[in-house]
């Protein structure tokens, strides 16, 4: 669990600042990262360089202060390590992630006079069916939660649009190669309780679309969707039919379904549908899988076009905004800095921090402040969230949290039985085996574990007080220049 850690803290500690030369093998694990995620090599290739360039240029780290608040993340020395460690280069990595997918939350864009026009295109099985009614249901229930802040979930697919103030909608079967595919989404509708255009498997999609858009007028829809049918690879039949249907419609909205799994492959599918029938945006499905998602970085890097909307699952409530941020997180397998940060704070009092200082800088830190330490992230969740927190330390396994859970649990017995005395000077165990005994015998281990938690005493003192002097010294390494 640590050591990877260490590797990387050990890469960057004796450096005065980012150089062009030092930040070679940290970008390299966040290349390797990157492209473990999915993200296409050329965007992967542009982005390194840009990261590279700003951590050398500015010294400072935005998103994090570190003077004001890198002394108060002591909650675990071990903690507080890995965060000093990883903010330093993930948080502009994290920056320039979000920034390459768009800043911000793409909204939908309605037409001025009804009816808006949504049109579904995408390969096949990536989720266009599924969409068309998650959409329609996301649409009808929309306004109702911006209004009453009802969460989606909570709002019957029964409840009337015109009640909540959401869009009505109207959904257009346009995949004429299987009946089964006409069927599914007359189901679908029936369960968002959304009227399906269909017409037989012998009708051209584009006359559906005309059809399906003169009957969306006569009924004063608000929003038309319209599926499509998919193909298992790019093909011209399929550009062209899109192109006839896109033409009869004049969408409001093209939406490129992809699936999350896609992988690298997505940025190809999307320059190429975009020059093909020109997209205004992307929809990622599938996101609750067990992909990292970095396919989502490519969309807007590749054709200029911000990812919507994400699936989430297989029910029709699951369809969300997009939000750069969380994805970028998710990406990065980093979990929320900012949260362990202000949970950190909440935990850790001010004073109880100048005092640990003092103590660190003059070697003194002690048994009763591991204990109020280990206290402080008990009270932070359980280990494993705390874990999931830190920065880089997304991939640790179920196993290692139950692993060091226990090691915490051990740690805390062996100190509760101590004397106030000896929890002060851990030097009255590092010198007498017979108290050592004594400690393991009142806590039920052994005593070579006690001989271990006392020699980790004395290797945090080394370790914290060598890393305050760094801090002392005016600059944190890699932290400014
Ligand atoms: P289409 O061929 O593009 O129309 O794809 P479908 O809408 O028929 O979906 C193909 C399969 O993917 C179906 O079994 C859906 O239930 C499933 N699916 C669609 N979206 C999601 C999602 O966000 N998460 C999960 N887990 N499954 C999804
Ligand atoms: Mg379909």
Redesign the pocket.
């Known amino acids: 669990l640590t050591s990877g850690l260490e590797t990387a803290w050990n890469k960057l500690k004796g450096e005065e600042g980012l150089t062009k030369e030092n930040i070679v093998e940290p970008m390299r694990d966040i290349r390797r990262a990157l492209l473990e995620a999915d993200v296409s090599l050329p965007v992967v290739r542009r982005f390194v360089q840009s990261v590279s360039e700003q951590a050398v240029g500015t010294g400072l780290i935005r998103g994090v202060k570190p003077d004001q608040q890198l002394v108060k993340e002591h909650v675990n020395p071990m903690h507080w390590l890995a965060y000093l460690v990883c903010a330093c280069d993930y948080a502009i990595v994290s920056d320039e992630l979000v920034k390459l997918m768009g800043g911000e939350v793409s909204e939908l864009v309605f037409a001025k006079s009804a009816p808006t026009v949504i049109l579904l295109a995408?390969?096949?099985?990536?989720?266009?069916?599924?969409?068309?009614a998650?959409l329609a249901l996301y649409l009808k229930k929309q306004v109702c939660y911006q209004e009453f802040h009802t969460p989606p979930s909570l709002i019957p697919s029964s409840y009337s649009p015109a009640l909540a103030l959401g869009k009505s909608c109207m959904l257009i079967a346009g995949?004429v190669y299987r009946p089964a595919?006409i069927d599914?989404l007359v189901i679908l509708g029936k369960q968002v309780d959304v009227p399906v255009y269909a017409a037989g498997t012998d009708v051209k999609p584009a006359e559906i679309a005309r059809q399906g858009l003169q009957e969306a007028k006569r009924k004063n829809v608000d929003v038309v969707i319209m599926?499509t049918a998919?193909r298992l690879q790019i093909d011209k039949v399929m550009m062209d039919e899109l192109k006839d249907v896109k033409r009869v419609l004049n969408p409001t909205e093209v939406l490129l379904?992809v699936?999350?799994m896609t992988g690298q492959e997505a940025a190809a599918l999307v320059t190429t549908f975009n020059l093909e029938i020109g997209i205004t945006g992307a929809i990622m499905?599938?996101?609750?899988?067990d992909s990292r998602g970095g396919a989502a970085l490519s969309v807007k890097e590749v054709s200029g076009k911000p990812i919507k909307l994400?699936?989430?699952?297989?029910r029709m409530e699951?369809?969300e905004p997009f939000y750069p941020d969380r994805m970028a997180g998710r990406i990065l397998g980093m979990g929320d800095v900012l949260s362990f940060v202000e949970k950190a704070q909440e935990v850790m009092k001010q004073e109880d921090a100048e005092d640990l200082q003092k103590k660190i800088m003059s070697a003194k830190f002690d048994f009763n402040d591991l204990l109020k330490q280990t206290r402080a992230v008990a009270q932070m969740g359980s280990m494993s969230r705390v874990i999931g927190m830190i920065p880089g330390m997304g991939k640790v396994t179920p196993a290692q949290i139950r692993e060091a859970e226990k090691s915490v649990k051990i740690m805390e017995s062996m100190i509760e039985v101590m004397t106030p005395e000896e929890r002060e000077k851990p030097e009255l165990l590092a010198e007498s085996p017979a108290r050592r005994k004594r400690i393991a015998q009142e806590s039920g281990k052994t005593e070579q574990q006690v001989s271990q938690l006392v020699a980790q005493l004395f290797q945090m003192r080394v370790r914290m007080k060598n890393l305050m002097g760094v801090m002392e010294g005016g600059s944190l390494p890699s932290l400014s220049n």
């Not at 995408?122 to 068309?132: A, D, E, F, Y």
């Not at 499905?285 to 899988?289: A, E, H, V």
């Open positions: 995408g390969l096949q099985g990536v989720g266009k069916t599924t969409v068309s998650k995949d595919a599914q599926d998919g379904v699936d999350a499905t599938k996101l609750d899988g994400v699936g989430r699952g297989e699951d369809l």
